[in-house]
């Protein structure tokens, strides 16, 4: 059975990391746009942000949906989300990357599915044709 | 009973929203942004950007954790996401608004935990204080 779907997405929680990882606004950055390149996908934007004494919250917009990140590192503890659209990228390379920098003892994780094809269809006045997540080739890209 | 937990995650699918909405980058920039002031939450930084022909992806980094937006206009859908930390916003007002303003005429939610303190406890090598998600007013914030 086949699921058809505009985009995947994992919640992650990352438990009893390396706290000095997690601390780093410098590598959380530099991860985070690492395991978007992991997964094969297009980074079009970023934003990092450091919270003083503790903490880094950041996202990465990809091509294919996001990347995103808060740290605890006073707790060993960080939320990510892998929101990934298409065949071409692999949201779990993501997640296997991130679980080893940063040294996570125990990770857990949940996927769901975003924009369930069969529900935009039947919650849509009209008839849909194809209902496809547009694959980056057919993508001009603008930032502002 | 009380959950203790650092964040809150909304999970939201809004179906056949006003399509020229979804495809406007200015729009959803303005409306996003102003779903997280709605929420009572702290805007530290955002970053939105535009698909050619279509489509809008964007982030807000709050104090408090984020928003995130992904529109497709030609299907009238749009996955957003709320992460809120903390006793003083309520997530559940940005979804009202963006509802709203969205023109959705269905809309599925879901809400997830993120950082429950009792695993964050039960995974830490040692023994921990208080874990609390910091407030605002402890934060001096550095943008980089």
Request: with cysteine; aromatic share 12%.
């Amino acid at each position: 059975m086949k699921l058809e779907t505009l985009g995947r997405h994992i919640l992650i929680e990352f438990y009893n990391c390396n706290e000095e990882t997690l601390a780093s606004p410098e590598l959380i950055e530099k991860y985070m746009n690492k395991a978007a390149k992991i997964a094969n996908a297009t980074i079009v934007n970023s934003v990092f942000h450091h919270f003083n004494p503790y903490g880094v919250s950041g996202a990465v917009i990809i091509s294919e949906s996001h990347l995103a990140i808060h740290t605890w590192p006073e707790y060993g503890y960080a939320a990510v989300d892998v929101f990934t659209c298409g065949d071409k990228i692999n949201p779990w390379t993501a997640f296997d990357f991130l679980e080893g920098v940063f040294g996570a003892d125990r990770s857990e994780s949940m996927e769901i599915p975003r924009g369930m094809v069969e529900k935009i269809r039947k919650f849509h006045p009209e008839e849909l044709g194809k209902v496809t997540f547009k694959p980056e080739e057919d993508q001009e890209t603008i930032n502002y």
